[in-house]
T-cell receptor
Framework: GDSVTQMEGPVTLSEEAFLTINCTYT??????LFWYVQYPGEGLQLLLK?????DKGSNKGFEATYRKETTSFHLEKGSVQVSDSAVYFC??????????????FGKGTLLTVNP | DSGVTQTPKHLITATGQRVTLRCSPR?????VYWYQQSLDQGLQFLIH???????AKGNILERFSAQQFPDLHSELNLSSLELGDSALYFC??????????????FGPGTRLTVL
């Protein structure tokens, strides 16, 4: 079945540091890929997505590129802020699902950014 | 605010009891997905409804059931509760135009504690 593997952390960085959170996936079909963010006490928010190979998703300074050859979708940000502290989830939705596009999630990475 | 509402926010109950979690999707969204988030299992897909019809089941126990009503709100019923059912339950909605890139918008979740 489909699966997502991401570095579990926790990751602790100083403000303005560079962030990378690795994510790799396994899917029989041709999935769409997502990064969701969960702030403390809140639900999940879509951060960015990519739907085909070499697509780059970007939002709020975060970027991730859909790499089919390495089955990866690593999240990066050039300069993190304290407000970026949250749990980040990599997820996929496999188009083979027909009428069901459930999300398969990684285990999440806790990011803490210190001033 | 995603536009998806969930009630109640917190629920504390005893083993063997039955509870109902409610979800109202964003205006215009026909699909509702339910997910369970627990420390040991992470985020897992439970069930998907589209316009009142069940579309797919994931890792949902037989003690759990759901339905989607004509006004498109959905309820997740959990019965014969066990300690291990303690978790955060999210619903998510999407337009579901038949494309897996449709964004799923998540509600704030219901935190269930079984004592």
């Amino acid at each position: 079945g489909d699966s997502v593997t991401q570095m579990e952390g926790p990751v602790t960085l100083s403000e303005e540091a560079f962030l990378t959170i690795n994510c790799t996936y396994t899917a029989t079909g041709y999935p769409s890929l997502f990064w969701y963010v969960q702030y403390p006490g809140e639900g999940l928010q879509l951060l960015l997505k990519a739907t085909k190979a070499d697509d780059k998703g970007s939002n709020k300074g975060f970027e991730a590129t859909y790499r089919k050859e390495t089955t990866s979708f690593h999240l990066e940000k050039g300069s993190v802020q304290v407000s970026d502290s949250a749990v980040y989830f990599c997820a996929l939705s496999d188009r083979r699902g027909g009428s069901n596009y459930k999300l398969t999630f990684g285990k999440g990475t806790l990011l803490t950014v210190n001033p | 605010d995603s536009g998806v509402t969930q009630t109640p926010k917190h629920l504390i109950t005893a083993t063997g009891q039955r509870v109902t979690l409610r979800c109202s999707p964003r205006s215009g969204d026909l699909s509702v997905y339910w997910y369970q988030q627990s420390l040991d299992q992470g985020l897992q897909f439970l069930i998907h409804y589209y316009n009142g019809e069940e579309r797919a089941k994931g890792n949902i126990l037989e003690r759990f059931s759901a339905q989607q009503f004509p006004d498109l709100h959905s309820e997740l019923n959990l019965s014969s509760l066990e300690l291990g059912d303690s978790a955060l339950y999210f619903c998510a909605s999407s337009v579901e135009s038949g494309v897996s890139t449709d964004t799923q918008y998540f509600g704030p979740g219901t935190r269930l504690t079984v004592l």
